[in-house]
């Protein structure tokens, strides 16, 4: 157990992108649970995009000067509150902090699967793998045999979106990401049939190499540039899921992206936007889908995991700038598996 606890404050409002100077890691007394109440030690981390937004001046972001919330599992070290006992692993959303003083309303008590690894419960069975699993079942409504493209494709929702839509029965898969190395491995690990560097021209005309028949579903982790292309090369009644746009959350100057509106009309295309935070009732029923594909390992997490506390913003900037694969996790040094 560390002996002090660290939470990460917001410093400054950035304009564009972020770095480490916008935030601080400040130290204090481990926080003393009150009667109702439990302390949990964090363990895991999600950092996440929303995280860049929230960062903004806007109605329900970050305040200055107080720690941060996020996504985190932990374990409670000590408790005041018969509903939690200790070394329970629980999940909650007061992360960016060590030691977090929680009340049994705010968590969830993780399930046990077999062979079922934590930082799944991060990745793809957590906030990243029910957005993926949101988008393709309720938002695109994927039928068998149905073209995609995905935006974003190696990262978090992507890999989760990729992968969860090969075991729906989708048709072609094509993938967008930011580097060569990237897209080759969306191919030879993630089941993509073709997959391009966005850096590398135009996205209407990349896309239309790697999709030449069009795709019926588009997921959108991006907006910008590869929206507009995915109206264009969309078939009659195809579907645009609005996931993200993260093309813009560090460019808050640059224009929406154009796009023929007509095509929306005589192509009958639907573009549809959700928050996962909306579908949380589907949570036992994402655990039904991809628990026994990762129990037969038919579906294999993509995750990034970085060790110790104090890289946690480091991660975040890291994987704004896409430096990740998969969902970025960020992990305590106890749980790190010692080699053998
Ligand atoms: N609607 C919801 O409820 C919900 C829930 C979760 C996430 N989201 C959204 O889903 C998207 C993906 O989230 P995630 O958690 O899975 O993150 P992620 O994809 O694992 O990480 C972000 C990725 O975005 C890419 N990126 C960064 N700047 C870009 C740019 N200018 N153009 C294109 N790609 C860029 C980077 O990959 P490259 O190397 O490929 O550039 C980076 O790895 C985000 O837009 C996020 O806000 C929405």
Known sequence: MNETALTVHQTARPHGFPTAGHFAFVASPFPAPAAGSALVENLYWSVDPYHREMMDDMPGGFALGAPLEGRSIGRVIASRTPLLTEGEIVFHRRGWRTHAVVTPEEVRRLPRFDGVPPTAYLSVLGGTGLTAYVG????????????????????????????????????????????????????????FDAAFDYHDGPAAVLLGEAAPDGVDVFVDNVGGEQLAAAVGA??????????GTISQYNTPDAPPPRF????????????????????????????????????????????TVVDGFEHLVDAFLGMLRGENTGKIIVRDRTQVPSPN
């Open 234 to 243: 969309l078939r009659t009644f195809g579907r645009i899921v609005r996931v």
């Open 260 to 303: 023929d509106y007509a095509d929306i009309v005589e192509k009958s295309l639907r573009m549809e936007g959700f928050l996962v935070s909306n579908h949380l009732d589907l949570q036992e029923e994402l655990y039904e889908f991809a628990v026994p594909h990762l129990q037969s390992g038919r579906l294999v997490p993509d995750e």
């Open 136 to 191: 393709l079942t309720r938002i695109a409504r994927l039928r068998e045999g149905e073209d995609l493209f995905v935006s974003a494709a190696a990262g978090g929702v992507g890999t989760a979106s990729g992968r969860f839509a090969r075991l729906l029965g989708a048709g072609r898969l094509v993938g967008s990401a930011g580097s060569a190395a990237k897209a080759a491995h969306l191919v030879k690990e993630v089941g």
